[in-house]
């Protein structure tokens, strides 16, 4: 079965950071994108970063461009996400999500993130003011 397991999330006031992480089992990772998703409360999820995992390659949502940073350990299946000068209006429920597939900038430009294949269980960031 596959799985991805997410974890970092907590508490942190406005202008820290946190570290997401997401390890996969049960595919094949080389072969997948991994992104991120959030949903904030009454709010609909959206898109947060994906990383084709081939080669690193790397797409932001316009929010969170230049304050997160996604990356991966091949060796050990897992992607992070960095966060850093979080804001109020970063708060809400992370999950990661693969994607199979290789996607590219065209792809986010035009499409936007790629419907995950599986997904993983979220967890909570909370940033206060």
């Known amino acids: 079965d596959v799985q991805l397991q997410a974890s970092g999330g907590g508490k942190v006031q406005a202008g820290g950071s946190l570290r997401l992480s997401c390890t996969a089992s049960?595919?094949?990772?080389?072969?997948?994108?991994i992104c991120w998703f959030r949903q904030a409360p009454e709010k609909e999820r959206e898109g947060v970063s994906c990383?084709?995992?081939?080669?690193?390659?790397?797409y932001y949502e316009r929010p969170v461009k230049g304050r997160f940073t996604t990356s991966s350990d091949n060796a050990k299946n897992t992607v992070f996400l960095h966060m850093n000068s979080l804001r109020p209006e970063d708060s809400a429920v992370y999950y990661c999500?693969?994607?199979?597939?290789?996607?590219?900038?065209?792809?986010?430009?035009?499409?936007?993130?790629?419907?995950?294949?599986?997904w993983g269980k979220g967890t909570l960031v909370t940033v206060s003011s």
């Open positions: 990383i084709n995992v081939r080669d690193s390659s790397t």
């Open positions: 049960g595919l094949r990772f080389d072969d997948y994108a």
């Open positions: 999500a693969a994607a199979a597939g290789y996607f590219d900038r065209n792809f986010y430009l035009n499409v936007g993130p790629p419907r995950p294949d599986y």
